[in-house]
């Protein structure tokens, strides 16, 4: 016997496929002996069938793909117009403190 579900050769007497576990029904000689006799896929008996394009042309969308954005760039912790402000207040700083250096330095030395 052969089982209907996986193919497997089946032991007389067996109930069940040990393989995918298929209740196993009794085949009869006369089938076996029917369908080993035709001849397996000969190539004049098919034929191609033509194929047909199934889906209409409208059926697709023409619309433009959405345009992507730019991914979203990570938040700096100072922006480039902090740091050019705290520049010039550095920069502001040390020309105060050299001005006042210069005249302490310049008073000390008149007195």
């Given at each position: 016997?052969?089982?209907?579900?996986?193919?497997?050769?089946?032991?007389?007497?067996?109930?069940?496929?040990?393989?995918?576990?298929?209740?196993?029904?009794?085949?009869?000689?006369?089938?076996?002996?029917?369908?080993?006799?035709?001849?397996?896929?000969?190539?004049?008996?098919?034929?191609?069938?033509?194929?047909?394009?199934?889906?209409?042309?409208?059926?697709?969308?023409?619309?433009?793909?959405?345009?992507?954005?730019?991914?979203?760039?990570?938040?700096?912790?100072?922006?480039?117009?902090?740091?050019?402000?705290?520049?010039?207040?550095?920069?502001?700083?040390?020309?105060?403190?050299?001005?006042?250096?210069?005249?302490y330095f310049s008073l000390l030395g008149t007195?």
């Amino acid at each position: 016997m052969i089982c209907r579900n996986c193919g497997k050769v089946l032991e007389e007497g067996e109930l069940f496929c040990p393989d995918c576990g298929t209740k196993a029904e009794a085949v009869t000689e006369s089938l076996i002996q029917d369908n080993s006799s035709d001849a397996p896929y000969s190539s004049a008996s098919y034929t191609a069938e033509p194929q047909v394009n199934q889906y209409a042309q409208g059926m697709y969308n023409t619309q433009p793909a959405p345009a992507q954005s730019a991914p979203a760039k990570q938040k700096e912790f100072f922006g480039r117009g902090a740091f050019i402000l705290c520049l010039i207040v550095i920069a502001i700083l040390s020309g105060t403190a050299g001005a006042f250096a210069y005249l302490y330095f310049s008073l000390l030395g008149t007195i």
